[in-house]
């Protein structure tokens, strides 16, 4: 991209009702959610159909396997989310109630600690004066700043149970891929296996390019490196589910 193409799209990007528009959704958005959600069901997924396939289990113990799997992991996994997201927005109206407690009862010291805060950032003199003043002028901004700087909470956080249910969805949803073509009749073994892994490898990617525009990392390096952590993770559960069977004859 051209610095002046690039330039113009960075100028709409700017734009105040675009500005408005990502200010307000930010707190609000689950698509990290939904990406943590698709990479540990694609890994555990296919772990599971490599790991049978490795131990010589057939199609239907692979199918039931990693139903099983999907679910409970799933299930396991939104909960933990939910409940994650709960203790964040529970500690945060906590938090919220003190700094609200203290701006009351020790304005002064409150103020002292605004400018503390921006003085650490290399503001001074008059300037530092003013954005103390500002601050403090409006109660809500004051307490929503202590509540960001001094704990490093955001005040208005993820939803809890659309946080737990983008995770359980996109486990569910990308996690079944593998599992696919064990359930088309007729299908062999061996062949099954392969189509399995070629969805897998594109979710990996897709997972991957997902967490990319996420973290906004190079897309390519994203990809990649999402494809060779879930081949790894499957090539040990294949490895070790062959070593089984070849030890113990399972």
């Known amino acids: 991209m051209s610095v002046s193409a690039e330039r113009k799209e960075l100028e709409q990007d700017h ?15 689950y698509l990290g959610d939904a990406v943590l959600g698709s990479v540990d069901g ?47 927005r529970e500690r945060a109206k906590q ?7 203290h701006v009351e009862r020790i304005p002064e010291g409150e ?22 003043d500002a601050i403090t002028e409006h ?17 208005d956080g993820r939803q809890p149970l659309p946080a737990g249910l983008a995770t359980f969805v996109a486990f569910l949803l990308v996690g079944a891929l593998p599992l696919a073509p064990f359930l088309i009749p007729g299908l062999g073994l061996q062949v099954a296996f392969w189509a ?27 990809s ?6 879930g081949g790894g993770a499957a090539a040990v559960a294949y490895f070790v589910g062959h070593w089984i069977r070849a030890t113990y004859g399972a």
């Open 224 to 229: 990649l490196e999402s494809l060779l952590i």
């Open 42 to 88: 694609i890994v555990t997924t296919f772990a599971v159909v490599a790991g049978s396939v490795g131990g010589g289990f057939g199609s239907d113990v692979i199918v039931v396997l990693g139903i099983a799997k999907v679910l409970a992991d799933g299930f396991s996994m939104g909960v933990s989310n939910y409940l994650q997201s709960r203790s964040e």
């Open 196 to 222: 399995s892994a070629g969805l897998a490898a594109v979710a990996f990617v897709g997972v991957g390019l997902g967490k990319g525009v996420l973290l906004d990392l190079p897309l390519l390096r994203a």
């Open 139 to 155: 109660r809500m901004v004051w307490i929503d700043t202590m509540l960001a700087e001094e704990h490093g909470l955001c005040a």
């Open 95 to 101: 938090a919220r109630e003190v700094e609200r407690r």
């Open 15 to 29: 734009r105040p009702e675009e500005i408005r528009e990502r200010v307000d959704e930010g707190s609000q958005s």
């Open 111 to 132: 103020r002292q600690e605004i400018r503390e805060i921006f003085a650490q950032k290399g503001i001074e003199g008059e300037q530092l004066q003013q954005i103390t």
